[in-house]
């Protein structure tokens, strides 16, 4: 298992806050979320964007979870929700979200 490289824009989840976001992701999805029954802990999250890195206790998985993005299970719509294969897809996510977040403060004069 390989170790998870936080990097912005992604932050890790602090423990004196973690309970509140359970709460708001409990309140945010339907019982027919895949999460609805599980066990889970919002390792981290996108600075100051309602996605969070879940780890689920449940089926020790981990997925992302994206309050804006919407997707449909069981003919409803709740808030989207992928399980990721392994820790290399992770950190992939997380390394392409970084240079993602780093354009965004490059200037295009330079080019």
């Known amino acids: 298992m390989i ?3 936080y990097k912005d824009p992604w932050t890790m989840m ?3 806050y973690a309970d509140e976001f359970i709460e708001i992701i409990r309140e945010s999805i339907p019982k027919e979320h895949p999460l609805h029954e599980r066990d889970f ?3 981290a999250k996108i600075s100051r964007e309602y996605i969070f890195l879940i780890e689920d206790d449940t089926t020790e998985q981990s997925g992302l979870l994206d309050l804006r993005k919407k997707m449909r ?3 409803k719509r709740m808030p ?3 399980e990721f294969k392994d820790q290399n897809e992770i950190q992939e996510m997380i390394d392409r ?3 993602e977040w780093l354009a965004l ?3 295009s004069d330079d080019t």
Request: proline residues 5%; glycine residues 4%.
């Open 14 to 16: 602090y423990s004196e």
């Open 97 to 99: 979200d970084h240079s």
């Open 73 to 75: 299970r069981k003919g």
């Open 41 to 43: 802990f919002p390792a």
């Open 80 to 82: 989207y929700y992928k």
């Open 3 to 5: 170790k998870i490289t």
């Open 105 to 107: 403060f490059t200037d």
